[in-house]
């Protein structure tokens, strides 16, 4: 809900994006607030690793949109036959993960995934949204889209608006742990900037 509260307040980057992906969707909230917004919805891919969780996404892409303009719904589970996958559905602009880097080990299958996949445009980029947690704080996730080639900005709460009101009003209140450990992260590649030769 953060992540697509600020891809809703930006809504240029959603609608300029030649192609959009979810990783990790679940039921499906994020890709499916973004797909209304952007106003192409059948160029977003909704993905996730379980094929149950597909079920749920793919009953909620139904329920929201008609069959001549919809996204698609499609297994990836990353760092398995991202090749193919590449090959069917080619790369994308904005790529959007939330709340799905819970397991250390996933981190590094997860960002060779959207390397692979993140288009070379200078404007693409992946968009987290990160709850911290002992055993994946926010420094691990940064160091390891680092580590794969990515720069990373973090984009404050605060930043966002309606989030900026949510966590204030539940910054006092024990109820809302969540939220008062939620980041929003940007990435994008770090470009590689060659000497000039003949100066
Ligand atoms: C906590 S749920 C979040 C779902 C949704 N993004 C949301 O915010 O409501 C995490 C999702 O990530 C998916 N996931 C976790 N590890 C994965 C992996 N290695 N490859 C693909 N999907 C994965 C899970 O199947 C699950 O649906």
Same mark, same amino acid.
């Given at each position: 809900m953060v992540? +697509?509260?600020?891809? &809703?307040?930006? =809504? $240029?980057?959603? %609608?300029?994006?030649? #192609?959009?992906?979810? *990783?990790?969707?679940?039921?499906?909230?994020? #890709? *499916?607030?973004?797909?209304? +917004?952007?106003?192409? @919805?059948?160029?977003?891919?909704?993905?996730?690793?379980?094929?149950?969780?597909? $079920?749920?996404? %793919? %009953?909620?892409?139904?329920?929201?949109?008609? $069959?001549? #303009?919809? /996204?698609?719904?499609?297994?990836?589970?990353?760092?398995?036959?991202? #090749?193919?996958?590449?090959?069917?559905?080619?790369?994308?602009? *904005?790529?959007?993960?939330?709340d799905? &880097?819970?397991? /250390? $080990? +996933?981190?590094? @299958?997860?960002?060779?995934?959207?390397?692979?996949?993140?288009?070379?445009? /200078?404007? +693409?980029?992946? *968009?987290?949204?990160?709850t911290n947690r002992?055993?994946? /704080?926010?420094?691990?996730? %940064?160091?390891?889209?680092?580590?794969?080639?990515?720069?990373?900005?973090?984009? @404050?709460l605060?930043?966002? @608006?309606?989030c900026a009101e949510m966590s204030r009003a539940t910054a006092a209140d024990p109820r809302h742990p969540l939220l008062q450990r939620m980041?929003?992260?940007?990435?994008?590649?770090?470009?590689?900037?060659?000497?000039?030769? =003949? =100066?």
């Amino acid at each position: 809900m953060v992540l +697509a509260l600020h891809v &809703l307040n930006h =809504s $240029e980057v959603a %609608r300029k994006s030649e #192609g959009i992906l979810e *990783l990790g969707a679940g039921a499906g909230v994020t #890709g *499916l607030l973004v797909a209304k +917004a952007c106003g192409r @919805p059948a160029g977003v891919v909704m993905t996730d690793g379980e094929h149950h969780v597909l $079920e749920l996404t %793919r %009953r909620n892409i139904e329920a929201n949109f008609n $069959e001549d #303009g919809r /996204p698609s719904c499609e297994y990836l589970r990353w760092g398995e036959n991202v #090749g193919e996958f590449k090959d069917k559905f080619g790369t994308f602009d *904005l790529v959007m993960a939330t709340d799905v &880097l819970y397991c /250390p $080990e +996933a981190l590094e @299958p997860f960002f060779t995934t959207v390397k692979e996949l993140m288009s070379s445009k /200078p404007s +693409a980029q992946l *968009l987290v949204s990160h709850t911290n947690r002992s055993y994946v /704080p926010h420094y691990k996730v %940064r160091k390891a889209g680092s580590k794969c080639g990515f720069k990373c900005t973090d984009i @404050p709460l605060q930043s966002i @608006p309606g989030c900026a009101e949510m966590s204030r009003a539940t910054a006092a209140d024990p109820r809302h742990p969540l939220l008062q450990r939620m980041q929003v992260f940007r990435f994008t590649l770090k470009r590689i900037i060659k000497s000039d030769p =003949s =100066s």
